[in-house]
């Protein structure tokens, strides 16, 4: 599968699992025409007054997650106009999404990095922590 592809087909099922869980979720539209001079999330969802904006990464096997730093900045930007959580959503092959928060990431160079993305938070732990539940 074209890596375009594989980002699109991740990107539909979070949103599709969002929005299974109550969350109203759209997709940003990809890089092109009008929206290189401004960044677009891959996913901004909302739920009981809560913005996620959401940058979906995956990678075949778990390793060290590094992410372009114009990507990071973007996606705190987008977070700070809307008032958001910026949050990156990680899943590698088989298993399930892992969240994580931007105080994770490490500067690595003009990127930034994420040691071991496996370990992020399930979804129910990111609820509790969003929702304080």
């Given at each position: 599968?074209?890596?375009?592809?594989?980002?699109?087909?991740?990107?539909?099922?979070?949103?599709?699992?969002?929005?299974?869980?109550?969350?109203?979720?759209?997709?940003?539209?990809s890089s092109g025409a009008g929206v290189t001079?401004?960044?677009?999330?891959?996913?901004?969802?909302?739920?009981?007054?809560?913005?996620?904006?959401?940058?979906?990464?995956?990678?075949?096997?778990?390793?060290?997650?590094?992410?372009?730093?114009?990507?990071?900045?973007?996606?705190?930007?987008?977070?700070?106009?809307?008032?958001?959580?910026?949050?990156?959503?990680?899943?590698?092959?088989?298993?399930?999404?892992?969240?994580?928060?931007?105080d994770k990431l490490e500067l690595a160079g003009?990127?930034?990095?994420?040691?071991?993305?496996?370990?992020?938070?399930?979804?129910?732990?990111?609820?509790?922590?969003?929702?304080?539940?």
């Amino acid at each position: 599968m074209k890596p375009k592809a594989k980002a699109s087909r991740l990107e539909n099922e979070l949103a599709n699992f969002l929005w299974s869980q109550g969350f109203a979720v759209i997709r940003g539209p990809s890089s092109g025409a009008g929206v290189t001079k401004r960044y677009a999330p891959d996913l901004v969802a909302i739920k009981d007054g809560k913005i996620l904006i959401i940058e979906v990464k995956s990678k075949v096997k778990d390793s060290p997650l590094y992410i372009n730093s114009s990507q990071i900045l973007g996606l705190e930007e987008f977070a700070k106009r809307s008032s958001g959580i910026p949050i990156i959503a990680y899943k590698s092959n088989r298993n399930n999404f892992k969240f994580h928060f931007l105080d994770k990431l490490e500067l690595a160079g003009n990127s930034f990095k994420i040691e071991k993305p496996e370990d992020g938070l399930c979804y129910e732990s990111l609820i509790k922590l969003i929702f304080k539940q």
